[in-house]
């Protein structure tokens, strides 16, 4: 990587598009609260594989993009966003020398915050949400990460993203 660009970088930008396509693809009302926080997840996985690109401005961006999408409350999903990939690069070096499940932990933590910030917010709004409206999203990703991972490097690999 010369000068901190990254090669193909359009596809961290597509795979931030599909996330949010996949935010709003219709479920059935009873499905909905087991959807994965698709958006945080690659948020976290690219800040741990190329961290001088994304920071909490560009998460900040994500999650006000988010926020119109989904059409939640201006700046929700942006502040836990933001908290959430500021702990990231905080704790980025100890992320990168976990195992899997040691890892798998570590992101269930940071998801689970980063639920309890919207749940917070929703609770000050009035809006009433069940406990496992937050915290099923948390576990879902959690479990979702080894698999994003793999899938994530594979194609990182075949596109060079990064070469």
């Known amino acids: 990587m010369e000068g901190g660009k ?6 961290i ?3 931030f598009l599909c996330a949010l396509v996949l935010m709003v693809y219709p479920l059935p009302i009873d499905w909905r609260w087991l959807r994965p926080e698709l958006l945080c997840l690659l948020a976290i996985y690219w800040v741990l594989r190329f961290p001088q690109l994304l920071g909490v401005g560009m998460a900040f961006l994500l999650g006000l993009v988010q926020d119109i999408v989904q059409g939640s409350l201006w700046g929700q ?5 933001v908290v959430t990939i500021y702990i990231t690069q905080l ?3 100890r ?3 976990y195992g899997t499940l040691q890892q798998l932990m570590w992101v269930f933590l940071l998801v689970f915050m980063h639920e309890l910030f919207l749940y917070w917010v929703s609770m ?8 496992s409206y937050f915290w ?3 576990v879902i990703s959690a479990l979702l990460w080894p698999l994003l991972c793999h899938a994530l490097d594979k194609l990182c690999w075949v596109l060079r993203v990064g070469v």
């Not at 999903?77 to 966003?81: P, Q, S």
């Open 6 to 11: 990254v090669g193909n970088s359009w596809f």
């Open 13 to 15: 930008g597509f795979s």
């Open 77 to 81: 999903h942006a502040l836990a966003l």
């Open 91 to 93: 704790t980025i070096h």
């Open 95 to 97: 992320l990168r020398t």
């Open 124 to 131: 000050l709004l009035g809006r009433e949400a069940l406990f």
């Open 136 to 138: 099923a999203p948390a």
